[in-house]
């Protein structure tokens, strides 16, 4: 038994008797087949990457145009995080037995002793206010 093997037969293509078997086509005037549209992921995949190509110049140019508001916000934000974060901690500190009372007592010393000192009479309500002045003063620059 014998196997029949047939042999291919190769086709080569850069001769010219392949070029002239397209009917009336010279050779550069071939009609060209239209570009490939892109598919919905390679357009969405081409607009991220431009995105992302782009985010530290448009970043950059964010934070120079923004640049008061941004310091503005990040203060504000700071500080009622800091606000939240002292009620925590004193929340936690006058859960401890003997805490409170004793802050209890020490805030209502020195409001009597601020009172006596400085409410009671004109001449230390002056120097009082003096105090508050100088201190707006050197607050504000003048």
């Known amino acids: 038994m014998e196997a029949n093997v047939q042999q291919s037969e190769v ?11 397209l009917e009336g086509s010279a050779l550069g005037t071939q009609p060209l ?20 190509a782009k985010l530290p110049d448009n970043t950059g140019k964010f934070f120079n145009q923004y640049n008061q508001p941004i310091i503005t916000v990040a203060l504000i934000v700071t500080a009622i995080i800091a606000v939240k ?3 925590a901690v004193l ?4 859960d401890i037995p003997l805490v409170y009372p004793t802050f209890k007592l020490i805030g209502l010393g020195y409001t009597s002793w601020f009172v006596f000192r400085y409410l009671i009479k004109s001449s230390t309500r002056q120097e009082l206010a003096a ?3 100088s201190i707006r003063n050197d607050i504000a620059g003048r």
């Open 11 to 21: 086709v080569d293509t850069t001769s010219n008797n392949a070029i002239a078997a």
């Open 33 to 52: 087949l239209p570009p490939a549209k892109p598919t919905k992921w390679q357009q969405i995949a081409t607009q991220t990457s431009d995105f992302l």
């Open 85 to 87: 974060v002292l009620v």
């Open 91 to 94: 929340d936690a500190i006058n």
């Open 131 to 133: 105090q508050i002045q």
